[in-house]
């Protein structure tokens, strides 16, 4: 008995005496202040998912995917979550960023408006004014909206507002339309009912992948293995959350102060939008060439981007082919 002691106790000391794994600091500076969209970063993080995996994540709020773009091309961020679209945007103005895992395969870019008036569907918009910041994403994209909903671009006014004063201002008039991403179709519905006017682009044929998760190209060439194994993290949370998005909600809710309801109907649109034809067989979060060439084409015909090679601007590389878009519930 004294001979089995003395052997737990020095395997207690070796035990002891093994280092943790080392833990990589990650920072990953969302598109927008925290929402549906990002529970599962935030679940995956309470659950010390990250961690295991050696990275010891900071998750900073956004203020807006041009934003994203900018800290992570310069390596002030190493991850960040933008708008496709943007994105391209940016690697055609040399910000060395490169998407590493879709979240939303399909655009979120929706266009409002109020039934009743003179605008029923949305080939009425000429001759009204559009509100919107002068850096969002729908609005810079406007010409190859435009074309897709065989509207004059130029036959619009667009009006400066706030990010948060969109609803509002459409309610009271002081706008005629707007654009949103879907994940907050939700709160026009609440406002509007039966007189909200709204089409989904991705319905008529613009259909640019939307959010990605990005990182810094040069610390990707540096740490393949890290991104790798945030990647994995991420893509299981993603997947968990699909199929049980409770503990997800909860979690999300928790952390920015939310209505645990709100955020559940905003992560039941972000499923929308996270699947396609490919659900169930390609990895959850892989980016298509056929669709990312297209992506790339609207970003062309929008901007005065550098050309680049479309390829360069994203990696399937560090996806887990075993992680696929589960059936929600």
């Given at each position: 008995?004294k001979?089995l002691k003395?052997?737990?106790?020095?395997s207690a000391?070796?035990?002891a005496?093994?280092p943790?794994p080392?833990?990589?600091?990650?920072?990953?500076?969302?598109?927008?202040?925290?929402?549906?969209d990002?529970?599962?970063?935030?679940?995956a993080?309470?659950?010390?998912?990250y961690q295991?995996?050696?990275?010891?994540?900071d998750?900073?709020?956004?203020?807006g995917?041009?934003?994203?773009?900018q800290s992570?091309g310069v390596?002030?961020?190493?991850?960040?979550?933008?708008?496709?679209?943007?994105?391209?945007q940016g690697?055609?103005?040399?910000?060395?960023?490169v998407?590493?895992m879709?979240?939303?395969?399909n655009s979120?870019?929706?266009?409002?408006w109020?039934?009743?008036g003179?605008i029923e569907?949305?080939?009425?918009l000429?001759?009204?004014?559009?509100?919107?910041?002068?850096?969002?994403?729908?609005?810079?994209m406007?010409p190859?909206?435009?074309a897709?909903?065989?509207?004059d671009?130029d036959?619009?006014?667009f009006v400066?507002?706030a990010?948060?004063?969109?609803?509002?201002s459409?309610?009271?008039g002081v706008?005629?339309?707007?654009?949103?991403?879907?994940n907050?179709?939700?709160?026009y519905e609440?406002?509007?009912?039966?007189?909200?006017g709204?089409?989904?682009?991705?319905?008529?044929?613009?259909?640019?992948?939307?959010?990605a998760f990005?990182v810094?190209?040069?610390y990707?060439?540096?740490?393949p293995d890290v991104?790798?194994?945030f990647?994995?993290?991420?893509?299981r949370?993603?997947?968990?959350?699909?199929?049980?998005p409770?503990?997800?909600?909860?979690?999300?809710?928790?952390?920015?102060?939310q209505d645990?309801?709100?955020?559940?109907?905003?992560?039941?649109?972000v499923?929308?939008?996270?699947?396609?034809?490919s659900?169930?067989?390609?990895?959850?979060?892989h980016?298509d060439?056929d669709?990312?060439?297209?992506?790339y084409?609207?970003?062309?015909d929008?901007?005065?981007i550098?050309e680049?090679?479309?390829?360069?601007?994203?990696?399937?590389?560090?996806?887990?082919s075993?992680v696929v878009?589960?059936t929600a519930?």
């Open positions: 008995m001979t003395t052997l737990m106790g020095a000391l070796v035990l005496a093994t943790a080392a833990q990589e600091d990650v920072t990953l500076v969302l598109n927008w202040t925290a929402g549906g990002h529970a599962p970063v935030y679940w993080a309470s659950q010390g998912w295991d995996a050696g990275i010891d994540l998750i900073e709020e956004g203020r995917s041009g934003a994203a773009v992570v390596g002030a961020s190493e991850f960040g979550i933008a708008d496709m679209p943007t994105v391209l690697r055609g103005a040399e910000a060395d960023v998407a590493v879709a979240l939303y395969v979120p870019y929706g266009l409002y109020v039934r009743g003179d569907t949305y080939e009425d000429a001759g009204h004014t559009i509100g919107n910041p002068p850096f969002d994403a729908a609005r810079q406007w190859a909206i435009a897709a909903i065989n509207v671009p036959s619009v006014e400066n507002i990010p948060e004063a969109k609803v509002a459409l309610q009271s706008i005629d339309a707007t654009t949103h991403f879907y907050v179709h939700y709160i609440r406002i509007f009912g039966d007189d909200m709204f089409v989904a682009l991705r319905d008529i044929g613009f259909n640019p992948y939307g959010n990005i810094n190209g040069e990707l060439a540096e740490n991104v790798s194994a990647v994995d993290v991420t893509q949370a993603y997947a968990a959350c699909v199929a049980d409770d503990p997800c909600v909860a979690e999300l809710a928790d952390a920015a102060s645990p309801a709100d955020v559940r109907a905003n992560w039941d649109l499923v929308e939008l996270m699947t396609d034809d659900a169930g067989s390609a990895p959850l979060g980016f060439l669709r990312m060439s297209a992506t084409g609207f970003v062309a929008s901007f005065e550098t680049f090679d479309v390829t360069d601007g994203y990696t399937n590389d560090h996806l887990s075993d878009m589960p519930n």
